[in-house]
Nanobody, 124 residues
C-alpha cells in the first residue's frame, strides 16, 4: 500500500488546514489509519487514529478538541482537519496504515505502511 499525504502549507496561528492521505489501492478500508508528526529535532509523535470502519477515533492530548480525523473509504482517503493551529503544531505530518493498529494506536510500531509526509508551518 502506498500512501500520499498532501495539504500541508504555511498558516497563521489560529488558522486551519486539512490534510489528506490517499492510498494507492482500494484497500484503505481494510486498515486502521493514523496521523503522526515530527518536529525538527524531535521524535515522531502520535497525533490521531481512526479505525477501519471510522467508528473509533483517538487523539493525542495536545490536539484533542482542535483536530478531527475522518475517512472516506469510497475515496480511499483519510483526512486530518486541523483548527486553532498553534506554532507548536509545526511539523512534518505523516499518515500511516496498519492491519492491527487498534491494539496500540499511539505507537509507530503498530503501523505497517507510511506516507512521505507533508509539512505544516504555523507562524505566530
Amino acid at each position: 500500500v502506498q500512501l500520499q499525504a498532501s495539504g500541508g502549507g504555511l498558516v497563521q496561528a489560529g488558522g486551519s488546514l486539512r490534510l489528506s492521505c490517499a492510498a494507492s489501492e482500494r484497500t484503505v478500508s481494510s486498515y486502521d489509519m493514523g496521523w503522526f508528526r515530527q518536529a525538527p529535532g524531535k521524535e515522531r509523535e502520535f497525533v490521531a487514529y481512526i479505525s477501519r470502519s471510522g467508528g473509533s477515533t483517538y487523539y493525542a492530548d495536545s490536539v484533542k478538541g482542535r483536530f478531527t480525523i475522518s475517512r472516506d473509504n469510497a475515496k480511499n482517503t483519510v483526512y486530518l482537519q486541523m483548527s486553532s493551529l498553534k506554532p507548536e503544531d509545526t511539523a512534518v505530518y505523516y499518515c500511516a496504515a496498519g492491519a492491527y493498529s487498534w491494539r496500540n494506536p499511539h505507537t509507530k510500531a503498530a503501523y505497517d505502511y507510511w506516507g512521505q509526509g507533508t509539512k505544516v508551518t504555523v507562524s505566530s
